[in-house]
């Protein structure tokens, strides 16, 4: 398989945020981010809330997930929300 070689330019501040994390980092584009998606809030106040997966997204086939991770980076205009879901290997 043929590479590309990108060279990048970090603000210490985007530096600090890889927590010295160099391998496995994944490169997202926000105008490719053209699902909408639902937002449900619940609870006392509010308190909770929940995003909808699109039924475009969704799998009619049943998996299971070991585990799901999220992280939250947050721009001078927009907050970004990133979902990991680690697929569990026995039923996938």
Known sequence: MDKIIYKIELSEEEALQLKNHITNVHLFVEDLCDSNVKLIERGAKKGAKYFIIP?????????????????????????????????????N
């Open 55 to 91: 039924l475009n997204l969704r799998s009619r086939k049943k998996k299971r997930y070991s585990s799901i991770s999220y992280q939250k980076i947050e721009t001078g205009d927009k907050t970004f929300f990133i979902c990991v879901v680690h697929k569990d290997p026995l039923f």
